[in-house]
């Protein structure tokens, strides 16, 4: 394992619930192009829910968290409850008055639209304490 995956040199930590729905997808485009402009640097959510304990600690030494999650259903807030650390500054996509698109049986529609991003990207920004 690469040691640069539990490291937390930058500032802001940012986790995104990447669930299998647009706007699961939309938390993590949004986390891709704001890690890219140098907001912070995306980190791995599943590997705090997975208890890894090299990511866990860097997710508690974390300067700041951004937590994006997609619906309120709150994957990615229920992670890091569970891995008991703090929840930061916190997004919900569907929040921000997108709405979350499936398919039927089971099927999601994961298309997402530029527009979107930026619109979540922009709230993120906005959400820092």
């Known amino acids: 394992m690469s040691n640069t995956c ?8 940012i986790l995104a619930c990447s ?3 647009n706007v699961g997808q939309l938390t993590n485009q949004a986390a891709v192009e704001l890690t890219r402009e140098g907001f912070g640097t995306m980190f791995c959510l599943a590997g705090l829910g997975g208890g890894i304990p ?3 600690k860097a997710a508690r030494d974390a300067g700041q968290v951004t937590v994006l999650d997609g619906c309120a ?3 990615a807030k229920a992670i890091l409850e569970q891995a008991g650390l703090p929840l930061g ?3 919900v996509v569907t929040d921000l008055g997108i709405d979350k698109v499936a398919g039927k049986n089971m099927n999601p529609q994961l298309t ?3 527009e979107e991003v930026e619109r979540v990207k ?3 920004r906005q959400a820092q304490s």
């Open 54 to 56: 090299g990511m866990v």
């Open 89 to 91: 500054d916190y997004l």
């Open 73 to 75: 259903v709150g994957c």
């Open 122 to 124: 922009q709230a993120a």
């Open 112 to 114: 997402i639209r530029p």
């Open 6 to 13: 539990c490291s937390a040199k930058q500032p802001r930590m």
């Open 19 to 21: 669930g299998g729905s």
